[in-house]
């Protein structure tokens, strides 16, 4: 999944100021699963806008809504009525989502509620992590599943570098070496001869360093 | 996605709902007995039975038997807390229904025993002209005949058949349908219907040398009948009743209370198949009298006419009878007597239908009367009806007030000309079983402990054995309940399988599928609500202080506020079982405070807390329950940490967070003065600050 984060009440609140009504809009997906942008959220924060306005003597109206994905077109033009009444929408999806709104609605004003954070994993309840940097050229089938693009510091590709000391990265004592981790695992695979073969130099253009990425898949295009 | 608030509701019926022949919304008032919401208790009693007080001491409480709180330790001692709520001052407030529109139409109950009763109420209430025939010269049938006075006082019975007669209902004391006035004559009178709830009044016979010629053999019906009139009859001094029901036993335990020295009953099966109630037969035992289980009688003895003994013989149990329980076999040789001057049958009584047998049919052997089906009782004659006792048998209070109320709907119809109404029972009455996890999981309560005279001046007279619970011990008890059927309602459609309800139930309840498919089994849930708070989507929502009804007690307790500022809004923890002098004392020494009651302060949400700010309240703090009354612990830990979040919010809104607190209960008090004080200056400060 994608993980978000709000941002901070101060930030959005400087953001929104002015615009009436104000529709608050949620995004049931990742941004739910993140508990940044799902139903209860939005209430939540739509009911702290509504006070914070009220209490430094604003005026203004706050809409609450919320659509499964923002990244669909189809979903966010479902509400297209709603937009249409308002002075500007704050969008608590990822940012791919406030741009497809922004997209779609050429003449509204769009704000973003969220960072966007990164693609990762539910550790348990409360606790994401990051596992894939989107890089467009898989590598895991060579690296005992465990990805250093997205987990090594340095992105290194024949790690681990110097600072890796007892299992950790020189940067934090938090964060683990995932090049330790993948000797581990592969010592436990009893494949370790793998990492006998070095890496060639990267190719990034399908990480998007060779400018912005689309997909096309002309079997299913219309 | 996205389909509005509508949740996928599968209604069902609690399982003490479900158990109750009158589908008494137990459930319900438990849950206004927790809220301390005595008037309305009652009045949701009241609602469905017109015998509130009598069933409050003295039914069977099929409820209690099937309750789930009962899987896991005890049931909900609801028969207690219905007398509880009914036994109360507030039943004065009580407003009584009003006989509805007269139709014109004018029907006969004859009897006056809880079936007649409750047909003559349920009918009045639908506008029709009511009159009962009662053969004694007193109202209430077994009630007042029957049971005796230690178990349901005199006046008790007087209040509730006066509150029912008051309906306008015309009542005949003296007059035996069948004798004076036939069947017919009702017709001929101009009644247009006859509900007949004869009762079974007449003691089947033992059938065993002695009986008819032996003074000191009574039947136990007219035994009762006389300990039930202020001349009370006089007993032997060693005395053996016969038989294992209910009647056995008062007829056992009224013989002690009138200066017998030794009871004994005699009892052909073994305890386990004894029909009485199980808290019957202990309370029997614990005043003194004692049981001869697996004991037939065979002859009564006698000297210069009078009973000298009983002659006995052991039994072992064999194959079970047609009513699946194991029948006694005598074993030969094992005969005994011994000495008794008073013998006592109580062996089952049958219908007294020999007068009206020619007008309507009754069974060949134990003469009860038959009826075409259970819903419409309608008997062989057109216009007459016939339910309670005087059908079934010997059973239960209830089961006759059920028969009373179905009565009178069939009466109805049939007044109106439409085809009786056939109400199909509501479903299994068999409760689900909770799984071993759940039970394990699910924090105990005891069950209350009942007040009882002690057994040495219990035996002294008839005064009445138990007493009502006490208020304290009464809304502790209504908030063991487990709310079966009041929790997480799960609306497929928003779903979005975040996990999130499945790793926050305290009990372990939502459950997935692979493909992230989530089911809440109704029946196990225990409304705590965490994973309606916690669900991102609000794919969840609970029965029990819904989102919606949350926002209502904070709206509607804002807007009616008189509270002097800085108003602060306290949840209280209802768990924490506050008296209503608590509630005076917060009034006097905190008028700031606005209370809302929650059922549990894990109820509570960010969303509830700013709402509160919303609506203009100054503070807001969340008073929990002590530890050991709360059934959800983890839950509570969960809704501090929101807490955390909420004040970081809050100082983000330019409310200072430290206007939001939450504490423990104190031992003594209802909050601590300190917090409210504090929490009152800080207001106070951050106020003048912005002033400024
Ligand atoms: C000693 C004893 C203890 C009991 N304890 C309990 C208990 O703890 N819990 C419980 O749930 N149940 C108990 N029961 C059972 C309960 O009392 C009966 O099931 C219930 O009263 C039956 O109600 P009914 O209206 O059908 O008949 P009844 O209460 O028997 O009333 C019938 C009435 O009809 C009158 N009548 C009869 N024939 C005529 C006629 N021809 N004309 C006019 N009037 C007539 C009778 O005089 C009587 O007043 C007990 C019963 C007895 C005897
Ligand atoms: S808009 Fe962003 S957050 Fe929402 S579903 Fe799409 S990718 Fe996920
Ligand atoms: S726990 Fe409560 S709702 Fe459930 S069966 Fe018992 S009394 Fe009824
Ligand atoms: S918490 Fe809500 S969205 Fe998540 S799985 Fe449960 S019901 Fe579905
Ligand atoms: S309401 Fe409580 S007990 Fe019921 S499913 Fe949700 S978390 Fe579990």
New binding site residues.
């Given amino acids: 999944m994608i993980t978000l984060e709000q941002k901070k009440f101060q930030e959005i609140e400087k953001m929104t100021k002015g615009y009436n009504p104000l529709l608050v809009l949620g995004c049931e997906t990742c941004a739910a699963m993140s508990f940044a942008g799902g139903q209860q959220q939005v209430a939540e924060l739509a009911s702290a806008i509504r006070i914070a306005r009220k209490t430094s003597g604003q005026e203004g109206e706050v809409l609450e809504d919320a659509v499964a994905r923002q990244c669909e077109p189809e979903f966010v033009d479902l509400i297209a009525d709603k937009v249409g009444g308002c002075d500007a929408v704050l969008s608590i999806a990822c940012g791919a989502g406030v741009q497809l709104f922004a997209e779609r609605f050429q003449d509204k004003v769009i704000l973003p509620g969220c960072n966007t954070t990164f693609l990762g994993v539910t550790e348990e309840l409360g606790v994401w992590s990051e596992r894939c940097a989107g890089c467009g050229n898989c590598i895991l089938d060579k690296t005992a599943g465990l990805c250093p693009i997205a987990r090594c510091s340095k992105q290194l590709l024949n790690g681990p570098c110097g600072g890796s000391m007892n299992g950790k990265c020189e940067i934090s004592k938090e964060v683990d070496c995932v090049w330790q981790l993948i000797i581990d695992r592969l010592t436990r695979l009893n494949r370790l001869e793998m990492l006998e073969e070095i890496f060639p130099v990267k190719d990034w253009s399908p990480a998007g360093h060779g400018g912005p990425r689309k997909m096309v898949r002309e079997d299913l295009k219309s | 996605m996205m389909t509005g608030n509508e949740l996928s509701t599968e209604i069902k019926y609690p399982p003490c709902k479900l158990a109750c022949p009158i589908q008494t919304d137990v459930r319900e008032y438990v849950q206004l007995i927790a809220e301390r919401r005595f008037e309305e208790a009652f009045a949701t009693i009241r609602k469905q039975n017109p015998l509130p007080r009598v ?1 409050g001491r ?3 409480h099929p409820c209690e038997t099937a309750c789930k709180r009962g899987q896991v330790e005890e049931p909900i001692a609801i028969a207690a807390l219905k007398r509880f709520a009914s036994d109360g001052l507030w039943r004065d407030q009580y407003e009584a229904a009003l006989p509805g529109k007269s139709t014109g139409h004018k029907v006969a109950v ?9 047909a003559a109420h349920d009918l009045a209430l639908l506008g029709h002209g009511v009159t009962i ?4 010269p ?11 006075e230690y ?1 349901l006082p005199n006046d008790v019975l007087d209040e509730e058949i006066h509150t029912i007669v008051d309906l306008g209902i015309e009542v005949k004391t003296g ?5 004076e006035i036939k069947l017919t004559d009702l017709f001929e009178q101009g009644y247009k219907a006859v509900f007949m ?5 007449r003691d089947r016979k033992l059938h065993i040398a002695g009986e008819d010629k032996l003074k000191g053999v009574v039947s ?2 007219s035994f ?1 009948r006389g300990v039930n009139q202020a001349e009370k009859p006089r007993v032997g001094v060693r005395v053996a009743v016969i038989g294992g ?3 056995a ?3 056992a335990r009224s013989a002690l209370r009138l200066g017998a020295e030794g009871v004994h009953i005699v009892y052909r099966r073994s305890r386990e198949e004894m029909p009485a ?1 199980k808290e ?1 037969i202990e309370e029997a035992a614990h005043e003194g009298v004692q049981m001869s289980y697996l004991t037939s009688p065979l002859e009564i003895l006698g000297r210069d006419g009078k009973v000298s003994a009983l002659k006995c013989i052991k039994n072992e149990l064999g194959d079970p009878d047609d009513s699946g329980r194991r029948s006694p076999k005598p074993v030969p040789g094992s005969e005994f007597s011994f000495d008794v001057d008073m013998v006592i049958a109580a062996i089952g ?1 049958a ?3 020999s ?2 047998a020619e007008e309507i049919e009754v069974t060949e052997r134990r003469k009860r009367i038959i009826v075409d089906g259970p819903y419409t009782l309608v008997t062989t004659q057109p216009g007459v009806f016939a ?6 048998g ?7 007030i059920s ?2 109320k179905r009565a009178a709907i069939s009466i109805d119809s049939y007044l109106r000309g439409e085809s009786p109404a056939t109400v199909e029972s509501a479903g299994p009455t068999e409760t689900e079983r909770l799984s071993s996890v759940i039970i394990e999981k699910t924090t105990k309560f005891e069950r209350c402990l009942k007040t009882s005279l002690p057994a040495d001046n219990r035996v002294k007279g008839f005064d009445e054995v138990e007493a009502v619970l006490s208020e304290d011990v009464a809304v502790k008890e209504a908030l063991r309940c487990l709310h079966c059927f009041l929790g997480a309602r799960l609306d497929k459609e928003k779903c979005i399988s975040c996990l999130t309800c499945v790793r926050v139930c305290p009990l372990g309840i939502p459950t997935t599928n692979k493909m992230g498919e989530i089911t809440i089994d109704p029946f196990a849930c225990q409304a705590c609500g965490t994973c309606a708070l916690e669900c991102p989507v609000r794919a969840i929502d609970i029965s029990l202080d819904s989102r919606a009804q949350m926002a209502q007690k904070i709206e509607k307790g804002m807007a009616e506020s008189h509270q002097p500022d800085p108003v602060i809004v306290g949840f209280f923890d209802l768990h924490g079982n506050f008296g209503s002098s608590d509630m005076e004392r917060l009034r006097q020494g905190h008028p700031n405070v606005l209370p809302v009651m929650v059922f549990g302060l894990r109820r509570v949400d960010t969303f509830d807390v700013l709402k509160a700010f919303e609506c203009g309240a100054d503070g807001v703090f969340l008073a929990g329950c002590a530890p050991d009354t709360d059934p959800f612990p983890e839950a509570t830990d969960r809704v501090k940490r929101r807490m955390a979040h909420a004040r970081t919010l809050l100082d983000a809104l330019g409310i200072d967070g430290a206007r939001l607190e939450v504490c423990d209960m104190p031992e003594q008090g209802i909050v601590d003065k300190e917090l409210i004080d504090g929490l009152i200056q800080r207001i106070k400060e951050a106020g003048q600050a912005r002033s400024e």
Avoid: W, Y
């Fill in positions: 069933c003295i039914c069977t004859v009897g006056s025993g809880p079936a007649g009763l409750a025939f009662e053969a004694l007193v109202l209430g049938g077994m009630l007042r005949v029957g049971v005796p178990r007059v035996r349908i069948g004798k709830g004869i009762g079974a009044h136990a019906v009762l029901g209910n009647t036993i008062d007829s109630a019957e009584q219908p007294d239908s007068l009206v339910g309670g006792d005087a059908v079934t010997p059973a239960t209070v209830v089961e006759a028969a009373g």
